[in-house]
C-alpha cells in the first residue's frame, strides 16, 4: 500500500487519474512509460493501475510499462466518440466509466478536462502526494541518477580542460587562434553527453558580469581573471533522470574578492552537507548557509546568497523536497543538490553545487569532483 | 487584436491567465521567455501581456521576452505570503489582483491553482484559442523551422550515408567489423544535429518486424534487405521550435511486397500534398491518402494505413492542425506534415514524412530530401 493508496484511503476517493505525456513527470513516474502523446492513468482504490494507450502503442506499451495496459478501443473510446463528438467530453467520458466514486487528480491536471469529468463526477484535485513519493528514491532511481552524474563529470572535464589549456590574449581566452567562447564550451560539453545517451538545455557557461546574474547562460568569448560560472543539469534519454552540478573556475589568477567569496562558498557547502539528514527541514539546512555566510560577512536575500541552498532531483530538475524558506523535513532517499552561491554585481558570482542521497544518518554526496577555483 | 483579444472581448472575460515553464509550448508563445521555472503571464482585456517572473529573472526576462515583465514582488507575492502560508493560494490570490472580472484560462491550466483562484473569481476553461493562433505562423516562425529542417536533413543524410558504406554479413549490416546498430545511427544523428544547436529525442531508427509498429524505436543490429525506418523529430535549442521527418530505406534489394508498399506510399504522399491548400479541411486530405490507398489494394484502420496523415508542428511537435478525421479546415500559415505509411506484421512497414508551409494557394514543401528505398 502506497501514497496514493493511502490518500485514496484517507478522502474516500474512488481512484485516482493522471493525464499527460511522459513530459509530465507524475505522469512518466506512474506508469513507467514514455509516450509523447498524452495517456492516461488511472487507479482505482485497492487496485494497481492502468494506463489507456492508443491501439497503435498497445505493444510498446506492454513491454515497457510496470501497469496494466489498455487500449483506447477497449476502454469504450471508439464507441464514444460515435455519438460524442467533442474530444475533450469523450475523454472525459472514457474516464468516468472506469472508475466509481469522487476522483482525485494530481494539482497539474488539465483544467478543461477536469471541467468535463465534473458533469459526470466530483473531481478533487490533490495536493502532491505523486510528487512527495517521487522525492523518496528508490535505489534504482539513485542508480539512475549516478549514471547521468558520471556522464556530467566526464562534460564538466572536458569543459574545465578547454579553459586549463586555453592561451590568453589580452585578457580573452584563445584556443588556437579563435577565442574560446561559452557557446563552444557548452557544445563539447553536449557532445561528451551524446556519447553517454544524456541531453543538457539552457547550460550555464558564464563569465564575468554575467556571473552575477545567476540564470544568465552566457555568449561570447571567455576572459581570464575572472569567474566564469559552468552550471550543468543534463538528463538520461534512456531513464529520464537528471542530475544537476555547477562548478566556478578561473583561468589565471581571480581578484581577492572572487578568491575570497569562493572560500565562503565552499566552506558553507561543507557546513550544510553535514546538516542534511533525516529529520532535518530543507528550511534548517538552507538557514545554517544563510547563518554560515553571515559569519563570513556576506548577506543574503535580496544580495548576496539570492537563491535557495538546494533543491530535490529525479525526473525533473527541480522537484520536492526544497532546502530553502519552508522546506519540509528530509528523508532517507530524498536526493536533493547543495549549491549555495554568492553574487554582486561589480564583481561576478559564484557557485558550487553537489548532488547527494539522504541517507540513515546523513547524506552522501554523489558528485566526485574537485573544487578549485584557479587553473 | 488578436484571437486572444477576440475571444476576451466575445466571453466578457477580464483577461486571460497562462501558468507553466517555457515546457508549455502556449506560455513560451506567449511570453517568448524560456524558463524552466514555471512564470504567469496575464493580459488584461485590451492590454499588452505581462508575465511575473523571480527577481533573479527580471533582468533576463526584460531582455527576452516580448512583453512587459513584473516581478513577484511587484505583484504583491512577497506581502500576500506573509499571511497566506500555502503557496498555490498566494500565488492564485496574487494573480487574482492583477486581472478583474471573469478570468479565462488554457485548457490545460493546472486544476489546482484554478480551483484556488475560484475562491476568488469566476475561471472559464479556454478551448484552444492559443493552440490555433500557434497554428497559423508567422514567417520568423517557418523559417525557425526550415533551419531545424535543414540540421535535420544533414542528420539524415549521415544516417544514410552509415547503410549505404555498411558492408554485409549474412544479411546483418557492418561498419567494419562491428554490427551496425539502431544506437549507432541514431547516436550519429545527435551528434549531426549538436553543431547546429539541436536536439532529437527518441529518434526511431527502426528495421526489419520492428518497422511495422510505427512507435518502436528499434535496438540492435541492422539487417539487409529489409526494409528501415529512420523518423527524427528535432528541436532547436535555441528557438523551441521543432521539424519532423521520416524516411524507409533498404540495405540491398527489398522484397517485392515492401517495394509495391513503398511506390503506394509515395504515390499517396504526393497525391496528398496536392490536396492541401487553404480551405481544405485536414480531413479530406487525409481522407484523399485514404482513397488513393484503397485504390492500390491496401487497407486504412486497423491495419495498413494505421495511423493520420499529417498534423501541425511547431512549438510542439504535434499540434494544429490536424490532417486526419476531423481535421479542420486548412490555413494559410499552417506547417504540416505529410506522412502517409504501411504497416503489415510479417512484412514490415514504409513511411515518407515531410513537411511544409500553407501557402495562399498550395502547400510549399521544405523538406528537400530524395526518397529512394534501396540503398
Known amino acids: 500500500m502506497d501514497a496514493l493508496d493511502q490518500m485514496l484511503e484517507q478522502t474516500g476517493g474512488g481512484g485516482f487519474v493522471a493525464f499527460g505525456s511522459s513530459a509530465d513527470a507524475n505522469v512518466r513516474y506512474l506508469t513507467q512509460f514514455t509516450s509523447s502523446d498524452p495517456v492516461v492513468y488511472f487507479r482505482r482504490k485497492g487496485e494497481r ?72 463526477r466530483t473531481v478533487r484535485a490533490d495536493r502532491n502526494t505523486v510528487e512527495k513519493m517521487r522525492a523518496v528514491k528508490a535505489s534504482q532511481e539513485v542508480k539512475n541518477i549516478e549514471d547521468v552524474q558520471r556522464a556530467t563529470e566526464s562534460a564538466m572535464k572536458s569543459a574545465i580542460g578547454l579553459v586549463s589549456r586555453a592561451t590568453i590574449r589580452k585578457n580573452v581566452l584563445y584556443r588556437g587562434s579563435v577565442p574560446l567562447t561559452s557557446e563552444f564550451v557548452r557544445e563539447s560539453m553536449q557532445r561528451v553527453l551524446v556519447g553517454a545517451e544524456c541531453h543538457a538545455m539552457e547550460t550555464i557557461v558564464s563569465c564575468g558580469e554575467e556571473t552575477a546574474v545567476p540564470h544568465i547562460i552566457g555568449t561570447g568569448p571567455l576572459h581570464a581573471h575572472e569567474p566564469i560560472v559552468i552550471d550543468i543539469f543534463p538528463r538520461s534519454e534512456r531513464t529520464g533522470y537528471y542530475t544537476d552540478m555547477t562548478r566556478t573556475i578561473c583561468k589565471g589568477e581571480a581578484s581577492p574578492e572572487v578568491r575570497e567569496m569562493y572560500q565562503a562558498v565552499k566552506g558553507a557547502q561543507a557546513h550544510a552537507a553535514e546538516r542534511i539528514r533525516p529529520g532535518a527541514t530543507g528550511d534548517e539546512v538552507h538557514q545554517s548557509a544563510v547563518d554560515f555566510f553571515k559569519e563570513c560577512g556576506y548577506e543574503s536575500g535580496d544580495r548576496g546568497f539570492i537563491h535557495n541552498l538546494g533543491h530535490g532531483v529525479g525526473l525533473e530538475v527541480h522537484e520536492l523536497p526544497s532546502l530553502g524558506p519552508g522546506g519540509e523535513p528530509l528523508r532517507a532517499g530524498n536526493v536533493v543538490t547543495n549549491e549555495p552561491g554568492l553574487y554582486y554585481p561589480g564583481l561576478g558570482g559564484v557557485r558550487l553545487e553537489n548532488i547527494g542521497v539522504v541517507t540513515q544518518d546523513g547524506w552522501r554526496c554523489i558528485t566526485g569532483f574537485a573544487e578549485q577555483l584557479e587553473i
Open 49 to 120: 493501475g492502468t494506463i489507456v494507450v492508443s491501439q497503435m502503442e498497445a505493444r510498446r506499451a506492454a513491454g515497457e510499462s510496470s501497469v496494466s495496459v489498455m487500449t483506447r478501443s477497449e476502454a469504450g473510446l471508439m464507441d464514444i466518440v460515435r455519438v460524442e463528438k467533442d474530444r475533450v467530453r469523450a475523454l472525459a467520458i472514457m474516464i468516468t466509466r472506469q472508475v466509481e466514486g469522487e476522483i482525485i487528480v494530481p494539482a497539474n491536471f488539465p483544467l478543461l478536462l477536469a471541467r468535463e469529468m465534473e458533469q459526470f
